[in-house]
């Protein structure tokens, strides 16, 4: 499985729902195009970069990594890549975040819905972008437990 929180969490998602996306070089390397993920676990990942900035224009001037051309960040939002057979994921989020917003968990879960895949959503009560240690514990707590109720660990 994979699991990340903000820029891993971003990560994990791309690597776990973008399977049909090919290798790039894959025949002169020989690898495949198949990370065989079961399950994902996320807290506070971005997922629809082109919303986050249009959103709040002022995360291009906080954020140098998130200025990229309109095809960019269609290519690098896990949000585009939901689709059916992609594998069980857990999206935590905490409701004060305000470097990645509420939102971007609520629409990638909504995403991965529509898409047919087996999804949850954990909206963490008065919990920032930084969690407190007892909050953190909550989460692994959670991670811990839909990777053992998948069958992972």
Do not use: C
Not at 40 to 56: E, G, H, Q
Not at 60 to 78: A, D, I, T
């Amino acid at each position: 499985g994979l699991w990340g929180g903000s820029a891993t969490g971003h990560l994990s998602l791309l690597i776990g729902l973008s399977s049909e996306i090919p290798i790039q070089d894959n025949e002169k390397s020989g690898n495949k195009n198949d990370a065989s993920i079961a399950a994902i676990v996320v807290f506070a990942a971005p997922s629809d970069l082109l919303k986050m900035v249009t959103d709040n224009p002022k995360e291009l001037e906080k954020r140098l990594v998130l200025r990229m051309e309109k095809k960019q960040y269609q290519e690098f939002s896990p949000i585009n890549y939901a689709s059916e057979g992609d594998p069980p994921t857990l999206i935590m989020h905490g409701n004060t975040d305000k470097d990645v917003p509420l939102a971007q968990g609520e629409l990638m879960y909504s995403a991965l819905e529509q898409a047919g895949v087996e999804s949850h959503f954990i909206e963490f009560d008065k919990t920032s972008h930084s969690p407190t240690l007892e909050q953190a514990s909550k989460g692994v707590d959670e991670a811990l437990a839909w990777f053992n109720n998948k069958g992972y660990t």
